[in-house]
């Protein structure tokens, strides 16, 4: 592929898809930190783990959630760790669609998403299908950053000499031809 | 120092990890703890006004009633406000062929103990979410999820104004497993609330039931 048409996926693609996921992240991170009792609440409400046994790791995933959300997504809007950031939202985005059907599948369960803390996108707040699909739409651009990572934009082009250990052959200055 | 991948991913969920540790070390008030709630309708002190009494409904009726039209205010009060319910002959409240006594969750109020108490004069409390009690609830119930204490505890706190510490309050969300009441249970407990009953069943069979219901978005929220 040419440098040119690498510039013009770098502009059309990576970089959107970086800064539109990486927003999104931050987003839901800063509503979840908005309102941790209530995340842990949801969290509980998912009824994955015994809440009586395992209520400190609730607690602790509540914390945590969102801090990983916010460092993914700081670090896909810089383009910095791409690879490492997409995979991590990959992985977060993989293991909500999971803990979601496993609501979905129980009716005895009724539990709220709080995927963005109080506030809702396109779905509502119960959880359902809907979610599901939600979630199966990010995976595509997070997929596509963790195969293509950040693009020509991205601070890990700049930092490339020092951290090229894992980045495909292209984004060497090679003259421009991918290897 | 190169790093690959799998390491740069554990480096941000030990970030994740340091961050949200030290979130809690600050906060630190987070819990997963639900109220001690109580069953039955033993010792709930009456509102006279309110309705008819407790122990006048039917087992069993054919007869049906309409749900009343008024939509008072949100804050349950123990005055009688000229918008309530008008009070329905004996035989109207039937459960619309619902059963009243249906099986609910152990330690959970069965929708007939729940409307007892509502006809006392208990405090109701709706903790599903705003659209849900916009569309409708419980009449004279407040909207107090638990997450209103994060998002809005102003608001939070004028609803709590409004009930007495002793106050018996019924909170109910969608029923089955739904832990919405019991969340906001838990949280009430933690402001000194002693008296904390949760409706096992849920709002939709207060509905059908044909238990006297309300719409609109928070109305009278402050006491």
Redesign the interface.
């Known amino acids: 592929m040419s440098k040119g048409k690498l510039w013009v996926e770098s502009i059309l693609l990576q970089t959107p898809l970086r800064v539109g996921l990486g927003g999104l992240f931050i987003f839901a991170a800063y509503n979840k930190?908005?309102?941790?009792?209530?995340f842990?609440?949801a969290i509980?409400?998912f009824?994955v783990v015994d809440?009586d046994r395992y209520?400190h790791l609730?607690?602790?995933a509540?914390?945590?959630?969102?801090?990983?959300e916010?460092?993914?997504g700081v670090?896909l809007i810089l383009g910095l760790?791409t690879?490492?950031?997409a995979?991590?939202v990959w992985?977060m985005l993989a293991g909500f669609i999971a803990a979601l059907i496993h609501v979905i599948m129980d009716d005895?369960?009724?539990?709220?998403c709080s995927c963005f803390g109080?506030m809702n996108l396109i779905c509502?707040?119960?959880v359902g299908w809907c979610q599901v699909v939600r979630n199966l739409v990010l995976l595509i651009p997070a997929s596509y950053l963790v195969w293509r990572q950040g693009g020509f934009l991205a601070l890990d082009r700049v930092y490339r000499d020092?951290?090229?250990?894992?980045a495909p052959e292209w984004t060497v200055d090679n003259g421009g031809e991918q290897g | 120092m190169r790093m690959k991948t799998p390491q740069r991913l554990l480096a941000i969920v030990g970030g994740a990890f340091l961050l949200g540790t030290g979130h809690s070390l600050v906060s630190g008030n987070v819990t997963l703890k639900e109220a001690a709630t109580k069953s039955g309708v033993e010792g709930v002190k009456g509102d006279p006004n309110r309705g008819i009494p407790a122990d006048n409904i039917p087992e069993d009726s054919p007869e049906e009633v309409d749900t009343p039209d008024e939509q008072p205010s949100a804050v349950i009060e123990d005055d009688q406000p000229e918008s309530s319910p008008p009070t329905q002959p004996t035989a109207a409240f039937t459960g619309n062929g619902v059963d009243l006594d249906a099986p609910v969750p152990e330690g959970t109020l069965t929708l007939r103990e729940s409307h007892i108490l509502w006809e006392e004069g208990a405090y109701f409390i709706d903790a599903r979410h705003d659209y849900e009690y916009e569309a409708g609830h419980i009449q004279y119930s407040a909207w107090l999820p638990a997450q209103l204490f994060d998002t809005d505890s102003e608001a939070a706190f004028a609803v709590m104004d409004s009930i007495p510490k002793d106050g018996t309050i019924v909170l109910y969300c969608v029923g089955g497993e739904c832990d919405a009441s019991k969340n906001t249970a838990a949280m009430l407990e933690q402001f000194g609330y002693t008296d904390l009953r949760i409706m096992g069943a849920g709002y939709e069979d207060w509905v059908n039931a044909g238990f006297p219901t309300a719409t609109g978005a928070d109305e009278g929220v402050s006491p």
């Open positions: 930190l908005n309102g941790i009792q209530s842990a609440y509980k409400g009824q809440a209520g609730i607690i602790m509540a914390h945590m959630m969102p801090w990983a916010m460092i993914a670090l760790w690879r490492a950031a995979a991590a992985l005895l369960i009724s539990a709220d109080d509502d707040a119960t020092k951290s090229m250990d894992d």
